[in-house]
Antibody, heavy 117, light 107 residues
Framework: EVHVVESGGGLIQPGGSLRLSCAASGFTVGNNYMSWVRQAPGKGLEWVSSIYSGGSTYHADTVKGRFAISRDNSKNTLYLEMNSLRVEDTAHYFC???????????WGKGTTVTVSS | SYVLIQTPSVSVAPGQTAKITCGGDNIESKTVHWYQQKPGQAPVLVIYDDSGRPSGIPERFSGSNSGNTATLTISRVDAGDEADYYCQVWEHNFSLPFGGGTKLTVL
């Protein structure tokens, strides 16, 4: 069974950095499409970043240049490196598995990032 | 970037049919996907590729896409369907925009 579990969230000051992790089971991260989606408190879903099976990466304009998605195939783990964090990056971050890149099949429970001084 | 517009809220009585719409410029040229999110839970894919239904999703959930509007239809609504529903498309710049979400209330 496909399963993803996020970790690494927490409270961080504006301008700080944080790395989220997503441990996968039931499939191989390197052979599939993975994404991060976030949800600010009381708000809707916002796509953040995706990594394709071939290794190409894509980021939303709101995080481009500050966030980086990557994976470690040996650990079967997805990451989101977040730098220059802003108050508006405060959100619950979901790791998502996709069999195809067009929609999102399986979601983790998420991890919460709070950016505040 | 491509904008998807959803009505913020829809209310329906138990046993009736709920229609949740997602508007976008010539959205019929794209394939639309739908997610259900209950309070405190992660989203769940309920419709893919306009009208496909993932394994485990009841036949009461169906989708369509025509013109500038895609529609998620939930027939014989019950209290367990109360949730937020989001539409989503894939863009040729590899982004995956979501609509703003619709809160379905079962009266």
């Amino acid at each position: 069974e496909v399963h993803v579990v996020e970790s690494g969230g927490g409270l961080i000051q504006p301008g700080g950095s944080l790395r989220l992790s997503c441990a996968a089971s039931g499939f191989t991260v390197g052979n599939n499409y993975m994404s991060w989606v976030r949800q600010a408190p009381g708000k809707g879903l916002e796509w953040v970043s995706s990594i394709y099976s071939g290794g190409s990466t894509y980021h939303a304009d709101t995080v481009k240049g500050r966030f980086a998605i990557s994976r470690d195939n040996s650990k079967n783990t997805l990451y989101l490196e977040m730098n220059s964090l802003r108050v508006e990056d405060t959100a619950h971050y979901f790791c998502v598995y996709s069999y195809v890149p067009y929609y999102m099949d399986v979601w983790g429970k998420g991890t919460t990032v709070t950016v505040s001084s | 970037s491509y904008v998807l517009i959803q009505t913020p809220s829809v209310s329906v009585a138990p046993g009736q049919t709920a229609k949740i719409t997602c508007g976008g410029d010539n959205i019929e040229s794209k394939t639309v996907h739908w997610y259900q999110q209950k309070p405190g839970q992660a989203p769940v894919l309920v419709i893919y590729d306009d009208s496909g239904r993932p394994s485990g999703i009841p036949e009461r959930f169906s989708g369509s896409n025509s013109g500038n509007t895609a529609t998620l239809t939930i027939s014989r609504v019950d209290a367990g369907d109360e949730a937020d529903y989001y539409c989503q498309v894939w863009e040729h710049n590899f982004s995956l925009p979501f609509g703003g979400g619709t809160k379905l209330t079962v009266l």
